[in-house]
């Protein structure tokens, strides 16, 4: 995916979780701390709102590691061109 978006944006939710955002703030993962890997995971939604884990836009990048809970950083590392 190689998409042009302002970074993403991190909503801390706990010392391991992070909810990771687009610019419009659309829901679409979450970084998880699991031991010392910081790793996004694609979030999407079904037409009645339930939760699709390892879904959604970024499905292809469900995941993908981070050294710490930086936007632009995973913005990188998921392929999303901030403008």
């Known amino acids: ?14 010392a391991n979780v992070h ?4 610019p419009d703030v659309s829901h ?3 970084l998880k701390r ?4 910081w ?3 694609a979030v999407g939604y079904d037409a009645a709102g339930n939760v ?7 499905t292809e990048q469900h995941n993908t590691e981070c050294a ?4 632009a950083e995973l913005s990188a590392k998921l392929g999303l061109l901030a403008q």
């Not at 995916?1 to 706990?14: D, E």
């Not at 909810?19 to 687009?22: A, D, I």
């Open 19 to 22: 909810s990771v955002h687009l």
């Open 52 to 58: 699709l884990a390892g879904g959604g836009p970024l």
């Open 1 to 14: 995916m190689n998409q042009a978006v302002s970074a993403l944006k991190l909503i801390w939710v706990n």
């Open 68 to 71: 710490a809970p930086d936007a």
């Open 28 to 30: 679409v993962g979450n």
């Open 39 to 41: 790793k996004f995971k």
């Open 34 to 37: 699991i031991g010392s890997i």
